[in-house]
Structure formats: structure tokens, C-alpha cells
Antibody, heavy 122, light 110 residues
Framework: EVQLVQSGAEVKKPGESLKISCKGS????????IGWVRQMPGKGLEWMGI????????RYSPSFQGQVTISADKSISTAYLQWSSLKASDTGMYYC???????????????WGRGTLVTVSS | QSVLTQPPSVSAAPGQKVTISCSGS????????VSWYQQLPGTAPKLLIY???KRPSGIPDRFSGSKSGTSATLDITGLQTGDEADYYC???????????FGGGTKLTVL
């Protein structure tokens, strides 16, 4: 089955670090970009950034550049999203998704993970 | 504040048609393909339309997309109560060199 399986919910304190994961299966993981999308409580979708697991080429939305780090380990078909110092405003649902399109400018996400809920509270 | 503008909400009766708009600019919709996503309550988004007007397999033809200039539209005909969801448009923004989503539209089937 073609799927993206995300790691479980996390509860963290401000200032702590965190790394969440997204494991792809049923397709060639290194052949497609993987994106991360944030959804804050009661809010809309926000495009955070993408990574090409084949060579770890990474692009960030300006809003998230420097705030998070996207990485991948192609040997285990897994992409990651990490924070070095969490803030309360990082609370939200984080989705990974497989990017399609003939080029990045024609992107769309055709396969989504179920999301990882991150709660940051003191 | 998203660079793509969608109406916060739309509503219509079962069986009717609804149109959801997505307005942008020449740096995004005007020169790039648009995709649309449906997010049912408590679930992950799902791809409805890509490349402005193409449907993935399994998406009924009640859902259709179009684009004209710097705006895109999602039409849903034969509304069903199961269509109640949030709908998002997405595209590339050349000024940001990143993807962007619209703010989302909540569809209520009365």
C-alpha cells in the first residue's frame, strides 16, 4: 500500500527540541519530493517546505526558513521535521505529503500522512 | 494572511451547486497551476483537483476546477451532506519561491 506514516503526537515544553518523522512506503521514496504542511488550531494550511530524499535538496517557505529544519534519511525512506527550541506558537498539526508535478512550480500534494499533533505548553 | 484569497464560508442546499473562488496575482495563480484540497473534519487534506482542472482517479466528476487569469474556481455540483468540509486552493508563488495555500473555505450543506 502506498502511504506516508507519521510519528505520534508530542507534548513538549517551550525551549525543548523535537524531531517528528514521516515514513514512506509502497513507492520509490527517493523519486518524489516530500513536503511539510502546518495547520495551527482552527486555522488553515501553511506550506512549510519540501525535501527531495534522493539528494536532500531542500526548499523552505520564507515564513519558516530558519525556524525549522527539514531532513531525510533515504536509507529508511523517512523524512523529518525538527525544531531546536520550541515555542508555544509551534503548537499545531503537522502533515507530510508527497509532491507531484512536472516541476516545483506545478506542484500538488497527492498523498498525505495523517498528521502529527505537536503541543507546546509550559 | 495568505496571498491567495478564498471566501471564509459558502453554503447551499443538498443537490445544488456551489462555487468556491481563489483569487491571487500574476506571481502565483496567473502563471502557475492550481490544485484544490478537501479537508473533512478531523482528517488530513485530500487532493481533489490538480493542474487547474484535472481530477485524480476516484474523485467524482461532481468536482471540477477552472482558472482564468489570476483567479481559480472549484465547482461542486449535486451537493451531498458528506461534502461538508474545508476546501483549500494551492499554487506556486514565484515571488516567494514557495508553495502557498489559500486561507480555506468552509462549505456548509444546509
Amino acid at each position: 500500500e502506498v502511504q506516508l506514516v507519521q510519528s505520534g503526537a508530542e507534548v513538549k515544553k517551550p525551549g525543548e527540541s523535537l524531531k517528528i518523522s514521516c515514513k514512506g512506503s509502497g513507492y520509490s521514496f527517493t523519486g518524489y519530493w516530500i513536503g511539510w504542511v502546518r495547520q495551527m488550531p482552527g486555522k488553515g494550511l501553511e506550506w512549510m517546505g519540501i525535501i527531495y530524499p534522493g539528494d536532500s535538496d531542500t526548499r523552505y517557505s520564507p515564513s519558516f526558513q530558519g525556524q525549522v529544519t527539514i531532513s531525510a534519511d533515504k536509507s529508511i525512506s523517512t523524512a523529518y521535521l525538527q525544531w531546536s527550541s520550541l515555542k508555544a506558537s509551534d503548537t499545531g498539526m503537522y502533515y507530510c505529503a508527497r509532491l507531484r508535478g512536472s516541476s516545483l512550480t506545478t506542484w500538488y500534494f497527492d498523498l498525505w500522512g495523517r498528521g502529527t499533533l505537536v503541543t507546546v505548553s509550559s | 494572511q495568505s496571498v491567495l484569497t478564498q471566501p471564509p464560508s459558502v453554503s447551499a442546499a443538498p443537490g445544488q451547486k456551489v462555487t468556491i473562488s481563489c483569487s491571487g496575482s500574476s506571481s502565483n495563480i496567473g502563471n502557475n497551476y492550481v490544485s484544490w484540497y478537501q479537508q473533512l473534519p478531523g482528517t488530513a487534506p485530500k487532493l481533489l483537483i490538480y493542474d487547474n482542472n484535472k481530477r485524480p482517479s476516484g474523485i467524482p466528476d461532481r468536482f471540477s476546477g477552472s482558472k482564468s487569469g489570476t483567479s481559480a474556481t472549484l465547482d461542486i455540483t449535486g451537493l451531498q451532506t458528506g461534502d461538508e468540509a474545508d476546501y483549500y486552493c494551492g499554487t506556486w508563488d514565484s515571488s516567494l519561491s514557495a508553495g502557498v495555500f489559500g486561507g480555506g473555505t468552509k462549505l456548509t450543506v444546509l
